[in-house]
């Protein structure tokens, strides 16, 4: 099992920078590959960026050249750094870890998950 928790969420004005992070702990088996998700209210949960267990990284389109995903095994933290907000940025932010070696950004290939973190973009 692995345990995930989120921390870092916040309220900030559009063009400002957040940074999420994710504590982990638990067995390597069940977080080889892992990563941040976000979900907004009557809408399905959306991958914004993964790692996997080679290192490499992907990140959705939309968030492209503005968030940077890193993990640290050393110190069991996922982070996510957010540059430029937009307003449609805002969601509760989701950690989670996979025992796949390699995932992709859909939801349906994460195992485990955290309880979220808030952030609010506004104007």
């Known amino acids: 099992q692995v345990s995930l928790l989120e921390s870092g969420g916040g309220s900030v004005q559009a063009g400002g920078s957040l940074t999420l992070s994710c504590t982990f702990s638990?067995?390597?088996?069940?977080?080889?590959?892992m990563g941040w998700f976000r979900q907004v209210p009557g809408k399905e949960r959306e991958g914004v960026a993964v790692?996997?267990?080679?290192?490499?990284?992907r990140y959705a389109a939309s968030v492209k050249g503005r968030f940077t995903i890193s993990k640290d095994s050393a110190e069991n933290t996922l982070s996510l750094q957010m540059n430029n907000l937009k307003l449609e940025d805002s969601a509760t932010y989701y950690c989670?870890?996979?025992?796949?070696?390699?995932?992709?950004?859909?939801?349906?290939?994460?195992?485990?998950w955290g309880r979220g973190t808030q952030v609010t973009v506004s104007s």
């Open positions: 638990g067995d390597y088996e069940y977080r080889e590959s």
């Open positions: 790692v996997n267990s080679d290192g490499t990284t």
């Open positions: 989670g870890a996979s025992t796949r070696a390699s995932v992709s950004l859909f939801p349906a290939s994460i195992g485990f």
